[in-house]
């Protein structure tokens, strides 16, 4: 077994249990409330959208090119604010966006499942010094999923 299967099967339970849970929202509900980062339930799921396609982007080119890989970290500087600015996830169609938000989560857990395991410990600069091995980032792939879910609700909840 995949040492990642836990983390692929609690990504797909999540994602099918957040699906319906989405697609009832409001327009209003979700362009509206704001979180502690002034993003709404609508940028919170575009910005997970580039987490799914840049942690895929990352995971691929961790297993061919050289290591310590350079790869950019899209969410330094503020730069995953200019991400969610730029797509203009605020005006994104609300069902367009869950369904990009689940089938990019679907396919990072494929790409998961898929992994090369002699190259678990290729290591991406992910700033100056601060090195984060391929491993290290599938397992945390999981916790920033689950701590923007956790914004959602919370936002959902009106607290």
């Known amino acids: 077994?995949?040492?990642?299967?836990?983390?692929?099967?609690?990504?797909?339970?999540?994602?099918?249990?957040?699906?319906?849970?989405?697609?009832?929202?409001?327009?209003?509900?979700?362009?509206?409330?704001?979180?502690?980062?002034?993003?709404?339930?609508?940028?919170?799921?575009?910005?997970?959208?580039?987490?799914?396609?840049?942690?895929?982007?990352?995971?691929?080119?961790?297993?061919?090119?050289?290591?310590?890989?350079?790869?950019?970290?899209?969410?330094?500087?503020?730069?995953?604010?200019?991400?969610?600015?730029?797509?203009?996830?605020?005006?994104e169609d609300w069902n367009n966006l869950i369904g990009l938000w689940k089938y990019s989560n679907i396919h990072i857990v494929h790409v998961f499942r898929n992994i090369d395991n002699s190259k678990l410990e290729n290591v991406w600069e992910a700033d100056t010094g601060k090195y984060v091995s391929l491993r290290s980032g599938i397992v945390d792939y999981l916790r920033h999923f689950k701590l923007h879910l956790d914004e959602i609700e919370e936002l959902i909840e009106g607290k």
Not at 10 to 37: C, F, G, H, M, Y
Not at 48 to 54: F, L, T, V
């Open 1 to 91: 077994m995949n040492e990642f299967e836990p983390v692929c099967k609690e990504l797909i339970a999540l994602v099918d249990q957040w699906e319906p849970n989405l697609t009832v929202l409001s327009e209003k509900t979700v362009t509206n409330r704001k979180n502690s980062q002034n993003r709404s339930i609508k940028q919170i799921l575009g910005h997970m959208c580039d987490s799914a396609s840049n942690n895929t982007h990352r995971t691929v080119h961790l297993q061919y090119q050289g290591s310590p890989l350079q790869f950019p970290n899209y969410a330094s500087y503020g730069n995953n604010d200019r991400w969610i600015a730029i797509q203009n996830y605020q005006e």
